[in-house]
């Protein structure tokens, strides 16, 4: 564990260990946290906040770049680890890194424009200013899908506000967070800004929860887990942000440039296995061109390279877990059962060393089928058909999430018309790849609240306090 600068065991003695998907071989041994480590790096975070805060951006600026040229020097490390131990194809674990580093340049330059405001009084003798401060100690606790992106999207805002903070990370993936905190090591960030525990998950978060020194917890998981997180902040208002499960829809027009929209459905649906909360999950596509997209849908799947995650060439990975294995065969069995038609795959690997399941298309799949009611997390597209824009549109909102959806049509008014009806927090508009470090990402209803990225990203780690002067 990294805690308060220092490398540090489990005061328990126990470990815990982290399997690789691609051979369900044993990776590390990873020492367990508890709640006393947990409390160690919360008072060491809340010591370096003292010196942290009063820093200038330009200062904590200086450190980030630091960090993030490190990660870029390390990109093959980070990459290794990240694949071995969660699975992901090892050319887009090295994109993660150059995503993951994009948010601490982003907000190294985003600190330096934390305004204030000076508001006109109503009397002679006053004058009214706001100004922004840090929250203070902060904790993320992050998934396994983007095991440094989402830690960099969250401390990235933090730093740069001034907070100091704790991550959580899946215990799925330890492995790239304390990689991270290697770097941030080597990059000399004062001890006690940056720490990293994992293991007990429960005492770890009950912690986190209660300590009064924790201002501001940032989670990004499943929406289950979300809701129970937001009933346990009750107990002392914690600030809460929820990056959460999504069930995106992927829109193709009757008049949508095919190739295009085949292109970006095969990077949304498959990148990650399928694994990512931005996933195109319900293809729905205009009857007239539905022949011709799915066609050329299962021409490109099939060169898709399917193996073990560090292979040459290997575009998929295998899933991260034999549990993500058995949802995924789950869902494709009640689909088929119901009448779904197999246009390609739908099936896992056979004698595999690991969580391996074939790239998959369905075509005839209905609303009542598993796959358009809950997150697969897989490498499987269902697609469906419609006729007029309002049912597509109406199909598309009908679900209790609200994360991201994509729209194909070269129709200007169509677009937009689309676009504002959509109830989904992003719209990739001709465009599968819509997350950059500049712009706000986050969800509507189900797939929670807050926002990571932008301006926006940073405001959930000030506080804006008024002050009033008398003269
Ligand atoms: P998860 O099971 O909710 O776990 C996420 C994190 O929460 C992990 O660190 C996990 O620790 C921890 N956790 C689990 N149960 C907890 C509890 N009761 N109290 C406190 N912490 C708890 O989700 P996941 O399976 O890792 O990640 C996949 C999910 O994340 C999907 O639903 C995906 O859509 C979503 N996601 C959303 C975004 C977004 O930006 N909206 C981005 C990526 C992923 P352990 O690993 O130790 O259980």
């Known amino acids: 564990m990294y805690v308060n600068g220092e490398w540090i065991l489990s005061n328990s003695g126990e470990y815990f260990t982290v399997n690789n998907p691609s051979t369900k071989e044993v990776v590390a041994k990873v020492p367990k946290a508890n709640a006393e480590e947990t409390k160690a790096a919360i008072t060491g975070a809340s010591d370096a906040l003292k010196k942290w805060s009063l820093l200038t951006a330009e200062q904590r600026a200086k450190y980030m770049l630091k960090l993030r040229d490190l990660m870029l020097e390390y990109t093959e490390e980070l990459a290794t680890i990240m694949s071995m131990e969660m699975g992901k194809a090892y050319n887009e674990a090295k994109g993660e890194v150059v995503y993951a580093a994009s948010f601490l340049t982003w907000y190294a330059e985003e600190g330096k424009r934390i305004y204030g405001e000076t508001i006109p009084a109503s009397a002679e003798n006053k004058r009214l200013f706001v100004i922004k401060q840090p929250v203070g100690v902060v904790a993320a606790i992050t998934p396994w899908n983007f095991p440094l992106a989402m830690m960099t999207r969250k401390l990235g805002p933090a730093m740069a506000a001034g907070c100091t903070g704790i991550v959580k990370p899946a215990s799925q993936t330890p492995l790239t967070a304390l990689a991270f905190a290697k770097l941030a090591d080597m990059a000399e960030i004062p001890k ?36 129970e997180l937001v009933r346990q902040s009750a107990n002392q208002l914690k600030k809460l942000s929820l990056e959460l499960g999504g069930h995106a829809p992927y829109i193709v027009f009757e008049d949508a440039d095919i190739e295009k929209a085949v292109e970006g459905v095969v990077a949304s649906k498959f990148r990650n296995a399928g694994q990512t909360c931005v996933c195109a999950n319900r293809i729905y596509v205009h009857k007239n061109i539905k022949e011709e997209f799915a066609k050329l849908f299962v021409e490109k799947v099939k060169e898709l390279k399917v193996g073990n995650s560090l292979a040459e060439g290997v575009d998929i990975g295998p899933l991260v877990n034999e549990s993500g294995l058995e949802k995924v065969k789950e869902h494709v069995e009640d689909a088929v059962e119901k009448g779904a038609k197999v246009l390609y795959g739908g099936a896992e690997v056979k004698d595999a060393s690991g969580y391996f399941y074939i790239p998959t298309i369905l075509d005839n799949v209905t609303e009542e089928m598993k796959i358009m009611q809950e997150e697969t997390f897989g490498p499987v597209a269902p697609i469906t058909i419609f006729e007029t824009d309002d049912k597509a549109i109406d199909a598309a909102n009908n679900t209790e999430y609200g994360l991201a959806s994509y729209i194909y049509t070269k129709d200007i008014s169509r677009a937009v018309k689309a676009s504002e009806a959509l109830n989904f927090g992003i719209v990739g508009l001709n465009d599968a790849m819509p997350g950059v470090a500049q712009a706000p990402f986050g969800g509507m209803k189900e797939s929670g609240y807050g926002r990571e990225g932008g301006h926006q990203g940073i405001r959930d780690y000030l506080e804006e306090k008024y002050i009033s002067l008398g003269l």
């Open 192 to 227: 006690g800004v940056i720490n990293i525990v994992a293991g007990s998950t429960k005492a770890i978060s009950d912690e986190l929860f209660n300590n009064s020194a924790i201002k501001k917890i940032s989670f990004t998981g499943s929406t289950n887990v979300g809701k």
